[in-house]
């Protein structure tokens, strides 16, 4: 791990003087802002961080340094989508039946509802390619009406806003509740006579502020992740702990209440594998029960129209190139394509950056030896920074992987894990760079949904994994923002994890704020 380099143990109070002596060097207009910073530099626990956060956002945010633009989802061809390299025959062909099948969309033979919020995996999984998260225009609007259903869609699904799932905090009792309350029902589809059955009453939820969202996470790569071995989690929690502790955080693992290992999948990582995953969103997200969750979420007899379970292993081979597929149920498929899925391509797996000759020197020297590459540390002057005209230049995005890993960033969001052995082809001890340890962090109030899901709690959140962020449009548990600058300053409130790295992100001058951004969309 390279988030500060080891042999340069910095204090949270050696950094902030790093920060501190870059805003002196950034000039008179940042004057100011430095009378602020002591509180940073104080190597204050988390909570006095946490009180001191919001007025320094403020500070930062109202100081003539300014905020990135986020250029927005990157173009070009979706580096996603694809099998994992490496792989056999016979596992490819694995894959390609899988993905057909995940794109399938139900309906009332297929035993689809009562209650659902779409009609198929895929078309919450969509952006940038099959496997990924919400696209840009919301299907769930037009699948409320599909074959004369009569549902009502929920003020909080619009049709460019992000496709959301809706739990409920409490139970009228005043209970926890946390569950998933599907947004509709089967009732009027001309594939469901007879069925009368009334959506939740969203309105008056929200009116009670009983409501929370999520969006869908996407899906690529996420075999390897289901390999990483649980030691390499923990050793890599464990890793650069004092620097860590002073900026605040820890974080913890959510563990699987069976087995007792690591669970991983999901916006709390409150699930442990991609089968249980898969088996869950068939009957929570489609209503289909399978050999994983047997039982319909509602058993009113009138809107039955398939035995149950609805999926289940076949008995008689079906028509699938892969032999294998032939004989799975539809779950076990899911799983397959998940499983054998590629990692997003970064930007720089097409294009490798390089150097320009202005930036050369900062660049080169900051990889090499020196830890920050704020410009004071680096013994180069802020001019010598790319500058913002180059927003999107290979110099930006390399130096903005620096800032990425100097302020704090990859405390959390940890860029390369190793996977274990592994039964598929090719698919051993492989590095991958998901930008996530994989653990649960205290969020803050501001983050915070209040719903617990086994070992985590209501404000806490897996650390969201960045690769494929570049071509993503909504972001945060709940698809809040579509702006990176501002998914940064959301992590950022009282009791946070995030605080003090957040306002090291707000100490730096907007050349590096933007450069930051730029490599977030070049992932
Ligand atoms: C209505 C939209 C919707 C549909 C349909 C849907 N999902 Fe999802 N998916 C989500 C949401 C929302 C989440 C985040 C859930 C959470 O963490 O609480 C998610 C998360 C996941 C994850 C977790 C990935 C990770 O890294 O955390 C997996 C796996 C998954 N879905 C698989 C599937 C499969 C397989 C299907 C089809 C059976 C499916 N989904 C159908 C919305 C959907
Ligand atoms: C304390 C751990 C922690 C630190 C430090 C941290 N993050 Fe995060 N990050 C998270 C968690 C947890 C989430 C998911 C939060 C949620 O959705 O409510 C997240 C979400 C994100 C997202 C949105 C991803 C998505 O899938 O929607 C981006 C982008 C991001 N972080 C970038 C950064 C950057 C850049 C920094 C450094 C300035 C940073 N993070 C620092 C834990 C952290």
Redesign the pocket.
């Known amino acids: 791990m390279t988030m500060i380099d080891s042999t340069r143990v910095r204090s949270l109070a050696s950094l902030a003087a790093i920060l501190l002596g870059s805003a002196a060097w950034c000039g008179a207009a940042q004057a100011q802002n430095v009378t602020a910073a002591p509180a940073a530099a104080s190597a204050a626990p988390a909570d006095a961080a946490a009180a001191n956060t919001a007025a320094q956002t403020q500070n930062r945010n109202s100081s003539s340094r300014g905020a990135p633009v986020d250029p927005g989802v990157r173009g070009g061809a979706p580096g996603a989508g694809g099998a994992l390299t490496g792989l056999s025959d016979v596992e490819r062909q694995f894959f390609e039946a899988a993905k057909d099948v995940f794109q399938e969309v139900d309906a009332g033979p297929d035993g689809l509802g009562p209650t659902f919020n779409l009609d198929s995996c895929s078309g919450c999984h969509s952006q940038p390619a099959i496997g990924g998260t919400s696209p840009p225009v919301n299907p769930q609007v037009a699948v409320a009406t599909l074959m004369g259903a009569k549902n009502t869609v929920p003020s909080f699904v619009t049709a460019n806003g992000p496709i959301r799932e809706a739990r409920f905090v409490r139970n009228p009792d005043g209970s926890p509740d946390g569950g998933v309350h599907g947004l509709f029902t089967i009732t009027g589809r001309t594939d469901a006579p007879g069925c009368n059955i009334a959506q939740p009453n969203f309105a008056a939820e929200l009116g009670r502020n009983n409501v929370v969202f999520r969006i869908p996470t996407p899906l690529f790569g996420l075999g390897l992740i289901e390999n990483i071995s649980d030691g390499a989690l923990e050793a890599n929690l464990a890793a650069n702990a004092a620097q860590k502790r002073s900026l605040g955080?820890s974080g913890r693992f959510n563990r699987n209440g069976n087995d007792g290992t690591i669970a991983r999948f999901g916006?709390k990582a409150q699930n442990k594998s991609l089968l249980l995953f898969a088996g869950e969103a068939y009957n929570v997200e489609m209503g289909i029960t399978n050999e994983l969750f047997q039982n319909e979420r509602n058993s009113d007899p009138a809107c039955q129209f398939k035995f149950t379970p609805n999926d289940g292993t076949p008995m008689v081979a079906g028509d699938t190139a892969s032999p294998s597929a032939n004989f799975q149920g539809d779950i076990d498929l899911f799983a397959a394509f998940m499983r054998l899925s590629a990692p997003p391509a970064p930007a720089s797996a097409t294009a490798p950056p390089v150097a320009q000759a202005s930036g050369a020197t900062v660049v080169a020297s900051a990889a090499t030896d020196v830890p920050s590459v704020l410009p004071a540390a680096a013994g180069a002057s802020a001019a010598a920074a790319p500058a913002a005209s180059a927003a999107t230049s290979a110099a930006s995005v390399t130096r903005g992987g620096q800032v990425?890993s100097n302020?704090?960033?990859q405390?959390?969001?940890t860029k390369s894990l190793t996977t274990a052995q592994s039964r598929l082809t090719g698919q051993s001890n492989v590095t991958v760079q998901p930008y996530s340890d994989f653990a649960v962090?205290d969020?803050g109030a501001g983050?915070a949904d209040g719903v617990s899901q086994g070992g985590a709690n209501g404000n806490e959140?897996?650390?969201?994994p960045?690769w494929g962020?570049g071509q993503?449009i909504f972001?945060?548990?709940d698809g809040r923002s579509k702006d990176?600058h501002e998914?940064?300053q959301q992590?950022a409130s009282r009791g946070s994890?995030?605080n003090t790295?957040?306002s090291n992100?707000n100490m730096l001058p907007q050349t590096d704020k933007q450069s930051?951004v730029n490599f977030?969309r070049s992932l």
């Open positions: 955080i916006w990425f302020i704090g960033c405390a959390c969001h962090h969020m983050l959140f897996r650390t969201a960045l962020v993503r972001f945060l548990h990176l998914t940064i992590h994890e995030a790295v957040i992100y930051l977030l």
